[in-house]
């Protein structure tokens, strides 16, 4: 695939994967430490985080549910630039997490808004107990969230395609993770 100029690779699949490892490792430790006879519920934050998602629960030591869930935090500007809106809205079907302990995936945190509205929502409605892995940790030094378990940190504003992650709805397929030059000015 034939990709365009101002994509500079930042994160290869390989170191990906050994990534993807690390923290399935860590949450599987987690998950062991309680003896709560309920599984883990896993929920992906669609539809970027699906790919980080499926990749780790392959990782994870332990049986777990799955409950996906669909959030929008950004909106598109007319040129095409995503804006983050000031509240989340969260969409998700036939789950109860009562009484249960909740792992939020999810590509990227950013501001931290997505999986801080997720983590108190899920609280609220009777999680007992809710974790986040996010691949990419966005440290803008105004940090209002930090997931539990992060595979990279990038302290740049340069906006991330690949794996999941888009550029004005294409490339989300690339196996690897790129920077797009130029981007997050802001």
């Not at 930042?10 to 062991?32: F, H, L």
């Amino acid at each position: 695939m034939k990709l365009p100029n101002e994509f500079t690779l930042k994160y290869d699949k390989e170191k990906i994967d050994s990534t993807c490892q690390r923290i399935g490792s860590e949450i599987t430790d987690w998950i062991r430490k309680t003896d709560e006879s309920k599984e883990v519920i896993v929920i992906p934050v669609l539809r970027g985080g699906v790919f980080f998602f499926t990749d780790l629960v392959r990782k994870i030591d332990e049986s777990i549910e799955v409950a996906p869930v669909r959030t929008w935090a950004y909106s598109r500007t007319d040129s095409g630039e995503g804006v983050l809106n000031s509240d989340v809205k969260i969409h998700y079907n036939d789950m109860n997490p009562a009484g249960r302990r909740i792992l939020l995936v999810d590509d990227i945190c950013d501001s931290g808004s997505t999986l801080e509205a997720l983590s108190a929502y899920f609280l609220n409605i009777g999680a007992t107990e809710v974790r986040s892995a996010a691949l990419i940790k966005r440290e803008l030094g105004n940090d209002k969230f930090q997931p539990d378990y992060v595979g990279f940190s990038y302290s740049g504003k340069e906006w991330f395609v690949g794996y999941g992650m888009n550029s004005k709805d294409s490339f989300r397929n690339l196996p690897d993770i790129y920077l797009i030059e130029g981007t997050g000015s802001k």
